[in-house]
């Protein structure tokens, strides 16, 4: 039996507990009155308030609004989020940045070994999942809200939430009553393939009152829409190292004159993959989760969750090849999957409340990418090519093997996290938080590329003897250069959070404070073939290194604080002003820093073998407020950040040589403005909108000393004012929708409009392969649907990107081509859900 049917049958199984259970009606958690805008309750602060009262900025979308944007996965949602952006290479691959707060250099080829460590944490209730470079992209479904903290949280949150956090928050068991439900949806994608969905929940109280179960289980195949239309790829006289090497001159990346590509050189044509929706993307997976009830003063919470996301093919166009057309040579996939196991230990003392909350998550990603483009650079031919001044043996003639080529990363990310908090009634005049938080956070990283060709006199290698090796196994045949990395930190850190009512009821003053201890380390090797034309498997050291023998470990400690002033002017009008602060740990580089022979800076400079962490200051004035019998809702932020020794990621194959490594860059401030607006106009009518306005200036020019003394400026930026990366000036949203009761139906009809401003793909000007700053053009979409309830049941008709506009969500030329990834084409669609 495939997955596809073992998840079909579990689903079938679970909607068969409704024949022998009472049925029950569903009720959401966030229900209005009649007349008003509904109450969220939010968990932001570690203490459980209304979200109108959280002198923060949060946004909540509570599982009543989750259904009604037909939320699924990340992209559905956070483009209704105005000051969250992403650079994006697809499913799980993106990273995840607030107001604007972003340099952006992703390339998931070894990024798990190479990236920075995201500013934005990702939470699964209380369980971390951070992973540099790959968001995980929790499947949306039986979710109570997703909370969106705006601003450094790290003082609750820790060094991942520099500048924000982002919590996927689940429905609990309860223990008092039976209800489950189902949706299932199909849809057409314009260009593209159509997509389905299914999924199904299940409450039970096993004893009443005192021992309930919940499940839920999902499939989802989202159809492609990528075309990988037909091509032959065959080298050029202006290839970089075909200029090197065979009669050609260049000036850095500026062609003099070509070179002559060897007679009878090899090509390579993609007509077994050619495919008109060659990037299809299935989730699956399911979470399961018990509470038991001891009395009424302690409970306990375990959980736990399965998922994959298969992804084939890749998510981005070539813009030269025209409209999601794209040339790949080689298959490309990503399978990523998770588990994660996770308690919650809830009880009381007198009248102190304790939480004791852990989790460990395990996530492994494998996956493969058509690299063949990278024979267009400049090291390709000394691998994949022969000739007299490339030799495989005496009298080689002149002549260039396949230029296929892949890079495969397989990673491996842990995460053991453990929390103990005790805090006072929420209504004492004085109340306190106080909490003791430990993560062990690790990665383990295998980064294949495979552009070597064995004709060319290449074996396989296996990892420098003496190293702490992941995958200790002989690299396949091609492989000219792989990471074989394990890096990561332990995070030990006490927290507190004091609130006094210097006016009861009116004016709050509140501090907070997160000292930490956080050990951070980097182990394993980095090897190449560079140097080993001709030798026997592994027996030639090439351009390898043991990074254990480095002593890549470094320990920071500090603290990181806050201030908050809340002012109730009246029933429904709150102000606060806060300061806080953020902060992300460091890293180290990969080898020893010595930069190619060819480099102008040969001998002048070695690239650093650590940076330093970044942080953030935060000065921010909000509002809060409800008006006409709470029917309106309008809250904003006014705020300035100022983000200290930006880590940046550098890459330039003719400066450094073929690795990447990473600095501290600028300094950046963002001055900015957001708002959300809820306005209940009628019984029937709700509008919706939020938006937000960020200017991000570049306030210094760095520099770095070499290594004879001589000031060298490593940062190629827009220069003093340009702007950060993914900060589009303005983005913002608004929705409508009309609800109407008819003959013991319920009609509803709902339009909505996204607008995004142009930003910069990057703050570097100069790449490895094009200019990595490039401009993003703004971009509208519309969505709406059209639907009807009765009872448990719901229909509805919804289109999404009704204008099949098409978003230039990130650029990059990281695997040596121009690609751009896309939002969805224009999606038409029908879904159903029954609940009980």
Not at 292 to 306: T, V
Request: contains cysteine; charged residues 15%; glycine residues 10%.
């Amino acid at each position: 039996m495939n997955s596809n049917q073992k998840l079909s049958c579990a689903i079938a199984a679970i909607l068969g507990v409704h024949a022998s259970t009472a049925a029950y009606a569903a009720t959401d958690s966030t229900a209005s009155t009649d007349e008003g805008i509904p109450e969220v309750v939010v968990t932001a602060t570690r203490r459980t308030e209304n979200l109108q009262d959280v002198p923060i900025a949060i946004t909540a979308l509570t599982s009543e609004t989750l259904e009604k944007l037909n939320v699924q996965n990340f992209d559905d949602f956070v483009k209704y989020l105005p000051n969250v952006s992403t650079a994006s290479k697809g499913p799980g691959q993106s990273e995840v940045y607030m107001r604007g707060l972003s340099a952006t250099v992703l390339t998931n080829s070894a990024s798990a070994a190479t990236g920075l460590f995201p500013n934005v944490a990702l939470y699964l209730d209380d369980q971390s999942l951070q992973l540099v470079g790959r968001n995980l992209d929790v499947y949306v479904a039986d979710m109570e809200r997703i909370e969106v903290l705006e601003g450094p949280q790290g003082t609750l949150f820790g060094a991942g939430a520099e500048a924000g956090a982002v919590r996927y928050i689940t429905n609990k068991p309860k223990l008092d009553k039976v209800e489950g439900g189902a949706n299932a949806s199909y849809s057409t994608t314009a260009h593209g393939e159509p997509s389905t969905s299914v999924s199904a929940y299940l409450n039970v109280p096993l004893i009443p009152d005192t021992l309930a179960v919940r499940g839920v289980i999902y499939n989802d195949r989202l159809g492609g829409f990528i075309h990988n239309i037909p091509g032959t790829f065959a080298r050029s006289g202006t290839d970089l190292g075909i200029v090197d090497y065979f009669g050609g001159s260049r000036n850095g990346a500026q062609v003099i004159t070509p070179g002559v590509v060897p007679p009878g050189s090899a090509t390579v044509n993609n007509a077994s993959l050619v495919n008109n929706a060659y990037n299809p993307t299935t989730y699956q997976g399911m979470r399961v989760s018990a509470d038991y009830k001891f009395n009424d003063d302690w409970n306990l919470l375990l959980q736990q969750s399965y998922q994959t996301m298969e992804a084939d093919g890749i998510d981005a166009y070539a813009p030269v090849l025209g409209d999601l057309n794209v040339q790949q040579y080689i298959q490309s996939s990503d399978n990523d999957k998770f588990e994660n196991t996770a308690w919650t230990l809830n009880g009381r003392i007198a009248a102190l409340k304790l939480v004791y909350t852990g989790g460990y998550l395990v996530r492994n990603v494998d996956q493969v990418t058509d690299y063949t483009a990278y024979a267009r650079g400049v090291y390709a031919a000394y691998y994949q090519c022969n000739g007299p001044a490339l030799p495989k043996g005496t009298g080689a003639t002149n002549i260039c093997y396949s230029p296929g080529a892949t890079w495969h990363d397989i990673a491996r990310n842990t995460h053991q996290t453990h929390e103990a908090r005790i805090s006072t009634p929420d209504d004492w005049r004085v109340r306190g938080l106080v909490g003791f938080f430990y993560e062990d956070y690790e990665i383990q990283d295998s980064g294949n590329f495979l552009y070597a060709d064995p004709q060319a006199g290449f074996q396989p290698q296996a990892p420098v003897k003496g190293t702490t090796a992941f995958d200790p196994s002989v690299r396949p045949s091609g492989t000219a250069f792989f990471d074989d990395i394990t890096r990561g930190y332990k995070q030990k850190a006490v927290f507190a959070d004091l609130s006094y009512d210097l006016i009861p009821k009116q004016l709050t003053l509140s501090v907070g404070s997160r000292f930490y201890n956080m050990p951070t380390y980097e182990v394993g090797s980095m090897n190449s073939v560079y140097g080993c034309r001709g030798s026997a498997a592994n027996t030639c050291p090439g351009g390898s290194e043991n990074l254990n023998a480095l002593g890549l470990n470094k320990t920071y400690v500090g603290a990181k604080s806050k201030v908050n002033l809340s002012w109730t002017i009246a029933d429904g009008v709150l102000l606060y002003a806060t300061y806080s602060e953020g902060f992300r740990p460091g890293g180290f580089n990969r080898g020893n820093g010595v930069i190619t022979p060819s480099s102008p800076l040969y001998g002048v400079f070695t690239t650093p073998i650590s940076y330093a962490p970044d942080t953030l200051k935060n000065k921010e004035l909000g509002w809060k407020t409800s008006w006409l019998n709470h029917r309106l809702q309008f809250n904003g932020a006014a705020y300035q950040e100022d983000w200290y020794n930006v880590q940046v990621t550098l890459v330039d194959a003719a400066l450094y040589g073929n690795n990447n490594f990473n600095a501290n860059g600028p300094h950046y401030r963002v001055r900015g403005l957001e708002g959300d607006l809820q306005y209940r106009i009628t019984q029937e009518l709700t509008v919706n909108s939020s938006f937000a306005w960020n200017s991000s200036s570049q306030q210094n020019v760095p520099t770095l000393v070499g290594n004879n003394g001589q000031v060298i400026s490593l940062f190629p930026t827009a220069g003093l004012g340009s702007s950060l990366a993914q900060a589009p000036p303005f983005q913002g949203n608004i929705r409508a929708r009309y609800e109407v009761p008819f003959n013991g139906y319920v009609g509803y009809g709902q339009i909505g409009a996204q607008h995004s401003a142009h930003s910069y793909s990057s703050i570097i000007t100069v790449g490895a392969f094009m200019p990595e700053r490039q401009d993003q053009p703004s971009y509208t979409t519309y969505d709406a649907s059209l639907g009807v309830t009765k009872d448990a049941w719901g229909a509805e008709i919804y289109g999404e990107n009704f204008t099949d506009a098409r978003a230039q969500l990130y650029i990059s030329g990281y695997d040596y081509v121009r690609l751009v990834t896309p939002n969805r084409p224009r999606t038409l669609g029908f879904r159903m859900s029954y609940k009980f």
